[in-house]
């Protein structure tokens, strides 16, 4: 954060379109470990059934800022001509101060994870706190950084199919958020009341999100959700590609906006329960949110200004993202499920209750030993993993007789 703070404050001294580009790639490759980065850090800190409220309070804040970023930037542009400085340049020095401000504070407001035994968690809390995600995410929830998970993330289908899904919401959330001023300017609306009305729909798209997020959780489901959403955008666009009526189609904006929205977060925790152990699973964040930022490059090309004011050919594209990732959510809940009753079949059916966890408490210290997926010799040969080390096993993570997948 302090990086792109920096970034995005120096933009505003540019005085050439080569040096803004050269700024704004940079500014990327800062941006870029944000979203991966924190959606592997919340999974390192909460059960697989507390995700999805916790990542969608930190992916909303991006509609938080689609609804006030606007307004926010119209305002300070208003102070063109103070220091003899253009009122856009004034919106990089800001806003990127505040960006490195906020950078400084979490660095020492963010703490590290719970086997790193934080000051604010006594020994029985970080004890309790590791236990708990170790019961919950299975196998080699607690080991350190392995080469091998890496290698087992770009071998695994599943990771290719959330990379689809992404791409199928990216490319209509960024492309909303970057020309929605002029998709409701084609509307009827003046340029600076457009810049305005954009606002109602990103806070509409927050509230579905966060709502989306709660009952997530409270019914463990994640694939239905992005499903609906996904259903609800693709109506949106369908209706601003034939409706005629402003109003209609102004309505049909706040579908697809919140649509989209509501798929993002959720899609995110779906990937972040569903692969293990947590090398994997980083690796796999990183790669399926890579992948779904070249979104960004697709969706800042799909609405000319040759198409407006109707934008047909724009919506049709984004309405065909939308399907490709109600596809793509489809298979992986269909493959998951059956992978699921497979297991069942083959292994009895499990769940956190009854995985082997022990605390072991000395008087001289507390140690958590994790014997999750390891068990007993009957196990094992039940399992066919008589021949496998413990190590062996335990990098098996999702792959492993006892994981279950959360749909």
């Known amino acids: 954060m302090i990086a792109w703070g920096i970034v995005m404050t120096l933009m505003g001294l540019v005085h050439s379109y080569g040096g803004l580009l050269a700024c704004r790639l940079v500014l990327g490759a800062a941006e870029s470990g944000l979203f991966p980065g924190a959606a592997f850090y919340l999974s390192s800190w909460y059960k697989r059934r507390e995700l999805s409220w916790r990542i969608s309070i930190f992916i909303s804040a991006t509609s938080l800022a689609g609804a ?14 103070i220091g003899g400085q253009e009122g856009w340049r004034w919106i990089f020095y800001i806003e990127g101060i505040m960006t490195v401000v906020v950078g400084v504070a979490a660095f020492f407001l963010i703490n590290d994870f719970p086997s790193d035994r934080p000051k604010f968690l006594t020994e029985e809390e970080c004890d309790r706190t590791i236990t708990r995600l170790q019961n919950d995410a299975g196998p080699g929830a607690g080991e350190h950084f392995s080469w091998k998970q890496v290698r087992a993330a770009f071998l ?39 810049q305005l009305m954009t606002a109602p729909p990103s806070v509409f ?26 259903i609800i955008a693709i ?8 409706a005629q009526n402003l109003n209609v189609k102004y309505f049909a904006v706040f579908l697809a906006t919140g649509g989209i929205s509501g798929c993002n977060a959720i899609c995110i925790t779906f990937l972040s329960c569903n ?26 090309q799909i609405y000319r200004s040759k198409d407006g004011p109707r934008f047909i050919l724009g ?15 489809i298979i992986l809940f269909i493959s998951l499920r059956l992978e699921n009753h497979r297991r069942d079949r083959l292994y009895g059916v499990v769940s956190s209750r009854n995985r082997k966890i022990s605390v072991i408490t000395t008087e001289l210290n507390k140690e958590v030993v994790d014997v999750c997926g390891i068990g007993s010799e009957e196990d094992r040969r039940k ?20 994981w279950r997948y959360i749909l």
């Open 235 to 242: 109506i949106g666009f369908i209706i601003l590609i034939v």
């Open 205 to 230: 798209a927050f509230f579905t999100t966060m709502t989306t997020a709660y009952f997530s959780d409270r019914y463990t489901r994640r694939a239905i959700f992005i499903m609906f959403w996904f």
């Open 383 to 402: 399992w066919g993993y008589e021949h496998m080390s413990e190590e062996e096993i335990r990098d098996l993570g999702d792959r492993h007789a006892t």
């Open 275 to 300: 692969i293990s152990p947590h090398t994997k699973r980083a690796t796999a964040l990183a790669f399926m949110i890579s992948m779904g930022s070249f979104g960004g490059v697709i969706s800042g």
């Open 315 to 329: 919506h049709a594209i984004n309405l065909g993202f939308c399907v490709l990732g109600l596809i793509s959510v």
């Open 156 to 194: 695994d289908w599943k990771l290719y199919i959330f990379c689809l899904c992404d791409i199928g919401l990216l490319v209509p959330l960024y492309s909303l958020a970057l020309v929605s001023p002029t998709i409701v300017q084609g509307l009827g609306f003046r340029s600076y009341r457009a």
């Open 68 to 81: 006030f970023g606007g307004v926010l930037a119209f305002g300070i542009s208003q102070m063109r001509g």
